[in-house]
């Protein structure tokens, strides 16, 4: 039997997300990106953040695709910069490069890949900066990519959204909510633009649904101080599928490493089972 099949109700689908904080510097890692792809389940894996353009991200990808893995990216137009892409066990039947805005059109920051009846998309929202011009160019990222989100749950295509979102939608979400406040990631107007594609639940944060009122699980530490050993972080790596395909969601982890010098990121992949 194929990894994936036409529908999600034939075979249960596994799916993670993670920002690799540079491809290069991850897969030379010895417990990096590499050994991790040899031993996980997920049959698809969206990456951002790779920081590479496609020539090298093919050869820090190497060894996992000549082990079967495919992949389709987006390289960023700024050197070094931004990047998302989607591995997957079989290939994809099509994939498109951002959501039709010209601003964002090249920058790298989505890319979205059909397997069957499913969309599965890459996302690396804009981190901003509060009170300077990347905060500008976030809600305008936000903006335009809020209403491509509308038309896509309206499309009635089972359909999830995954990667670095950039956002701590609820006190849950981030540790030093208190001292955060101020803080791009989790402004008022940022939490409110979630609460929005929320509202009318077409859009669902699976991981939150299975894991309610629970802090965090957290996906970001800052590689400063000791957020990591204290479990100072963020949640901000989320997948948020259309309702239909979230009601299928069985299980969603966080594959926190066991120890700091075992990281390969200052994100961990977020995992989640659809059935």
């Given at each position: 039997m194929s990894w994936l099949c036409t529908s999600l109700l034939d075979v249960s689908t596994i799916i993670t997300t993670v920002n690799v904080n540079g491809i290069r510097a991850a897969a030379k890692k010895e417990h990096g990106i590499l050994a991790w792809l040899a031993s996980t389940a997920s049959q698809i894996v969206c990456l951002q953040e790779v920081r590479a353009d496609d020539k090298q991200l093919h050869a820090s990808l190497a060894p996992a695709l000549e082990a079967g893995w495919h992949l389709v990216s987006a390289e960023p137009e700024v050197k070094g910069r931004n990047g998302v892409a989607i591995l997957s066990r079989t290939p994809a039947d099509a994939h498109?490069?951002?959501?039709?805005?010209?601003?964002?059109?090249?920058?790298?920051?989505?890319?979205?890949?059909?397997?069957?009846?499913?969309?599965?998309?890459?996302?690396?929202?804009?981190?901003?900066?509060?009170?300077?011009?990347?905060?500008?160019?976030?809600?305008?990222?936000?903006?335009?990519?809020?209403?491509y989100l509308g038309k896509a749950a309206a499309g009635g295509r089972d359909t999830v959204v995954v990667g670095d979102w950039n956002i701590a939608h609820t006190e849950l979400d981030i540790k030093n909510w208190k001292g955060n406040k101020k803080s791009s990631g989790f402004l008022p107007n940022e939490r409110a633009w979630l609460d929005e594609l929320f509202a009318d639940g077409?859009?669902?944060?699976?991981?939150?649904?299975?894991?309610?009122?629970?802090?965090?699980?957290?996906?970001?530490?800052?590689?400063?101080?000791?957020?990591?050993?204290?479990?100072?972080?963020?949640?901000?790596?989320?997948?948020?599928?259309?309702?239909?395909?979230a009601e299928r969601a069985v299980s969603s982890v966080v594959e926190r490493a066991v120890s700091y010098d075992l990281r390969w990121s200052d994100h961990a992949p977020v995992t989640v089972e659809y059935q």
């Open positions: 498109r490069i951002g959501f039709g805005d010209p601003e964002f059109e090249g920058s790298g920051r989505y890319l979205e890949a059909d397997f069957g009846d499913l969309t599965v998309g890459s996302l690396y929202l804009p981190s901003g900066e509060t009170g300077t011009p990347k905060q500008e160019e976030k809600e305008r990222f936000m903006a335009t990519f809020g209403e077409r859009w669902v944060d699976v991981p939150r649904k299975l894991h309610p009122e629970v802090e965090g699980p957290y996906s970001w530490w800052s590689y400063r101080g000791q957020a990591f050993d204290n479990d100072a972080g963020w949640r901000i790596d989320y997948q948020l599928a259309t309702a239909d395909l």
